[in-house]
């Protein structure tokens, strides 16, 4: 399955941006969906996941509360809806996919997209 994230862009501190990830090539209903994402200089960092049917997520401490990941596997595609940013929300944002269980770590996943720039000014 590939990947295509987008929705990211510009936007001021306490904005909102809802991002997508759309399948290709494959059913993403059979997969784990988890966003990442990578500011400069830092590591890849978990932001949250949600199981195959939806029923479970799980949120990085930093986004919980401001955050909602959710699915639509009719149209084959993943959102995650971001409320309240702040500038060190700042960076590309990733999705990808794993089998069975959610997972926080980036190296548990595989079929990596190509990711979309979200940009909170201050």
């Known amino acids: 399955v590939q990947l295509q994230a987008s929705g990211g862009g510009l936007v001021q501190a306490g904005g909102s941006l809802r991002l997508s990830c759309a399948a290709s090539?494959?059913?993403?209903?059979?997969?784990?969906v988890g966003w990442f994402r990578q500011a400069p200089g830092k590591e890849r960092e978990f932001v949250a996941a949600?199981?195959?049917?939806?029923?479970?997520?799980y949120y990085a401490a930093s986004v919980r509360g401001r955050c909602t990941i959710s699915r639509d596997n009719a149209k084959n595609t993943v959102y995650l809806t971001m409320n309240s940013l702040k500038p060190e929300d700042t960076a590309v944002y990733y999705c990808a996919v794993r089998i069975l269980t959610l997972s926080t770590v980036p190296a548990t996943y595989e079929n990596w997209g190509q990711g979309t720039q979200v940009t909170v000014s201050s």
């Open positions: 090539g494959g059913t993403l209903s059979s997969y784990v």
């Open positions: 949600i199981s195959r049917g939806g029923q479970t997520t």
